[in-house]
């Protein structure tokens, strides 16, 4: 079984989520149960039935977490030394070719990707297209609403 890269912070976050449904949520929604059930009849006690729900899909995120983390190879990305390459954890600054939009990308992975937070997984076209490549290099891939063209501006680790 091979192992899915994450980053350290990605780690640390998946963690983070993981103790707040343990610690939190589990208690909050046992309570609910409890106090569902002290209004009598479960068959038709909507409170009751609302928070059984929950509480299948909370045990359901805990068990797929500690899954998660559990084969989860952690890299530290400040530890890497790859030059002035692109590699899984740099943080890369890009400019569309097309449309001069700047954007700015880390490459994680497919456990940690968030596009809202810029994460983008390692297996992505994107993020392919831009392993191995250098400030100043231009790069083309194929997105879902056609081919893309970028400029690398900069790439840091942090």
Not at 68 to 89: C, H, K, M
């Amino acid at each position: 079984m091979s192992r899915a890269p994450i980053t350290k912070a990605g780690s640390e976050r998946l963690r983070a989520e993981l103790e707040r449904l343990k610690s939190v949520d589990r208690p909050r929604i046992i309570a609910a149960i409890a106090e569902a059930r002290a209004h009598g009849d479960l068959k038709e006690n909507a409170e009751y039935h609302a928070a059984r729900e929950q509480q299948s899909f909370t045990e359901g995120r805990i068990g797929q977490l500690e899954a998660l983390l559990s084969t989860a190879e952690v890299i530290d990305v400040t530890q890497l030394n790859p030059g002035n390459r692109i590699v899984f954890g740099a943080i890369v600054d890009l400019e569309d070719e097309d449309s001069g939009v700047a954007v700015t990308y880390q490459i994680v992975g497919d456990l940690e990707a968030d596009i809202k937070r810029q994460l983008i997984a390692v297996s992505s076209p994107i993020a392919r297209a831009l392993i191995g490549k250098s400030a100043g290099d231009s790069l083309e891939f194929t997105a879902p609403n056609g081919v893309k063209h970028y400029e690398i501006i900069a790439i840091r680790y942090e």
